[in-house]
């Protein structure tokens, strides 16, 4: 299995970073995840133009990359490494040097990792939809830079999965925020309503193809705060991401969403994304 480290393709076993990477430090770097269907890269400009924003947002240096170069090699490892459904994780720290808080000396160069994983949609989920718990977002207030600083996000994973659970829904003074790793909505009477895209959440890639299918369909897209008792009380509820798509939420802690059955909207939205999976990759 191939993985590209600082601008080369070698084997997984060959691949190591220093001990004082500052990734490894302080989490000092972003990432993204893009998604491989049939051998094509999917929505990759998109996640590219993310890993930028979030570059620059953090005073990460990009300047030797570029979007289409970074397309280039997310292929060649899927290709490399024979994949044909799966992923690509990319990663970029702030480089290698002596641990202190300030950044490092400009001269540092950013390390650049990738890997990719090879596995099939989840079409029993999609079908069947997930539960998910709630838990009080802990977070930093820039959680729309999609940095390496996982903990908030790994604790309430953790917590989800302790009780049987696919997701963890975060929720700020009963303010919906998103979940552990995905944007989350509630459709209440034919509307679908989600957190705006601000600091507080990420701007999912999944969300904004959610977002234009939406629309196509002519189904109102609110974007919205709601709370802990709009979610509790919607209709459906769904949350997404690269990897888990469109995925129905029909039980949250112990309350079944609707009648507890995958609905009508969140189908429509499914189809448009088999769809729009089709026609753009
Ligand atoms: N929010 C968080 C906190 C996430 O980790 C993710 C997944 N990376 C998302 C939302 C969904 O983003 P995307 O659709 O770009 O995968």
Redesign the pocket.
């Known amino acids: 299995t191939y993985i590209f480290i600082n601008d080369e393709f070698v084997d997984e076993s060959k691949g190591q970073v220093s001990f004082s990477d500052r990734g490894y430090n302080f989490g000092d770097g972003i990432y993204e ?1 893009i998604r491989i269907y049939d051998g094509e890269v999917f929505t990759a400009h998109e ?1 590219y133009e993310r890993l930028f924003r979030s570059a620059k947002e953090i005073g990460l240096n990009l300047e030797d990359y570029s979007v289409e170069g970074l397309i280039d090699v997310t292929k060649e490892l899927a290709a490399k490494n024979n994949v044909v459904n799966g992923g690509i994780y990319i990663q970029v720290t702030r480089g290698v040097a002596p641990r202190n808080h300030p950044f490092p000396d400009a001269s540092t160069k950013p390390v650049f990792t990738a890997f990719s994983k090879s596995y099939d949609r989840p079409y029993e989920e999609l079908e069947n939809g997930v539960k998910a718990i709630t838990v009080d977002d802990i977070r930093w207030l820039r ?1 729309d830079i ?1 940095s390496l600083n996982l903990l908030g ?1 790994v604790l309430a994973k953790e917590k989800a999965t302790q009780n049987d659970a696919a997701e963890a829904i975060m929720h700020r003074d009963q303010t919906v925020t ?6 989350v909505y509630a459709i209440k009477n034919g509307k679908i309503y989600t957190h705006p895209a601000n600091n507080l ?2 701007n ?4 904004r193809v959610i977002k234009k299918i939406a629309q196509d369909l002519e189904i109102p897209f609110i974007e919205e705060a709601f709370n802990l008792d709009f979610l509790n009380n919607a209709d459906e509820v769904i949350v ?4 888990v798509e469109v995925m129905p939420v029909v039980q949250v802690n112990d309350r079944k969403i609707g009648d507890g059955k995958v609905g009508q909207i969140t189908k429509q939205l499914q189809k448009s994304f088999d769809n729009y999976i089709e026609s753009n990759s």
């Open positions: 995840y996640h959680c999609k996000n998103e979940g552990s790793s995905s944007n959440i990420l999912g890639i999944t969300r997404s991401s690269t990897s």
